[in-house]
């Protein structure tokens, strides 16, 4: 894989003609060791945020060893590229012959349910397995998060009493998991939903050997600057000190997006410019899904091979490649005002969901990949890096004036 000090020697050097993705593994080995250093117990690593071989490998030097897997594919990936991890299997509602697979051959034994038939399925596929740890879980307000996730899973106060009493002579061990909601911008919504998980102790009468507050952490985005992570941890630290659990009790989170969304960046060429719209060679189909669909704004920086652009800036819409018309990133992207066919962007904050989400729709992908040593756009550990080549006072009105 080749390697550049930045986007633009990259542009410089090859001249791309099709997307590019841009790598900075450094990032995420930098952010899982803030995790695997200031969070009170284990680490998981959400493998379906980003997949690829080097983010994997990146994580796990920063000292993860522990990985959040939701498929018998993820499971495969995680478990030949590390013989030595501990894998637990997170995903609600599986596939009975999966489960078997899982732990009779993979040697996986954590397992989530949230209701009697999942709680049943996983017991007779693991033909009544004695070393299981079950994990329970409970639906949570998603009041703070960009991106709801309590519509789908979760049992409700009403019915984990029962689902806990049920479990608990099945399982080795037991614990509850609970998700606030991805990309969470508060972190008043951890200390609530941990406060859930006390009052359903309190109501079972259940020791529980494991609490996983699962994942949420949110990372930085034009438009979203989230309170520091330190506050995140506070507020976890504080919340986990109420909980009526013994000494041996083990606390897991599952930390996505926040470990890796500054690891990847997106280098897109202009096709066209209609107005305040450039047409890309990369959209929603591709690795921009969250500035589509959620409608995240990503930091932009804009590349001229040749030339100089104006340190006037404007704000920008984009389309993407395809024939559908909701391949569209609203933004607003501020860059330069002279943008025009052949110009350059590189796209930030990709390196979460960029690569997962990506398709082949009307015949548009690129598996292109580069390694940057530079910073990434934007960044939560350390000093916030530039956005643009012209990082400018006149950028924060013309954002205010878009928006």
């Known amino acids: 894989m080749d ?13 791309p003609s099709i997307s590019v993705t841009c790598l900075r593994p450094g990032a995420a080995t930098r952010a899982s060791r803030y995790f695997t250093r200031n969070f009170p117990g284990e680490i998981l690593y959400a493998v ?6 080097e983010i994997l490998d990146a994580v796990h030097a920063g000292g993860v060893r522990r990985f959040d897997v939701a498929s018998i594919a993820e499971i495969k990936l995680t478990a030949e590229r590390f013989p030595e991890a501990h894998l637990s299997y997170m995903h609600p509602v599986k596939n009975r012959d999966d489960i078997r697979l899982a732990y009779f051959r993979y040697g996986v034994r954590d397992f989530v349910f ?5 709680l049943d399925k996983i017991i007779s596929a693991t033909d009544g397995a004695g070393d299981l740890t079950l994990m329970l879980r409970l639906s949570v307000p998603n009041f703070h998060a960009e991106l709801d996730l309590s519509s789908k899973f979760g049992v409700g106060q009403d019915r984990a009493v029962g689902l806990l009493l049920r479990s608990r002579p099945l399982a080795q061990r037991l614990g509850v998991c609970f998700h606030v909601g991805s990309q969470c911008m508060n972190p008043s919504a951890y200390g609530t939903a941990i406060h859930l998980v006390r ?37 976890i630290v504080m919340a986990l000190k109420t909980l009526p659990v ?17 690891s990847a960046s997106t280098l897109v060429r202009v096709e066209l410019r209609r107005g305040e719209r450039l047409y890309i060679n990369d959209g929603t189909y591709g690795s921009l899904f969250d500035a589509g669909v959620p409608g995240f704004i990503f930091p932009a920086r804009a590349i001229r091979a040749v030339g100089r652009l104006s340190p006037a800036l404007t704000p ?3 389309y993407g490649p395809t024939c559908d018309g909701m391949d569209f990133m609203k933004g607003p992207f501020l860059l330069p005002e002279d943008m025009r066919e052949g110009d350059y962007i590189e796209i930030g904050q990709t390196g979460a969901y960029g690569c997962t989400m990506r398709t082949k729709f009307n015949g548009f992908h690129s598996d292109a990949t580069a390694l940057l040593t530079d910073a990434p756009l934007l960044t939560l ?14 950028a924060a009105s013309l954002c205010s004036k878009a928006l």
């Open 316 to 318: 920008y819409t984009f």
């Open 381 to 394: 550990y350390g000093r916030r890096a530039a956005t643009r080549e012209t990082d400018r006072p006149e």
């Open 48 to 53: 379906k945020t980003n997949p690829r071989p």
């Open 3 to 15: 390697q550049f000090n930045s986007a633009r020697s990259l542009v410089r050097a090859l001249a």
């Open 114 to 118: 949230d209701t009697v038939d999942e």
């Open 199 to 235: 009052d359903l102790i309190v109501s079972s009468g259940m020791m529980l050997d494991v609490v996983d507050i699962g994942g949420g952490f949110p990372s930085l985005y034009q438009d979203m600057s989230p309170p520091p992570l330190n506050a995140y941890m506070s507020e």
């Open 246 to 262: 013994g000494d041996t009790c083990e606390f897991w989170a599952e930390p996505g997006r926040a470990l890796v969304a500054e």
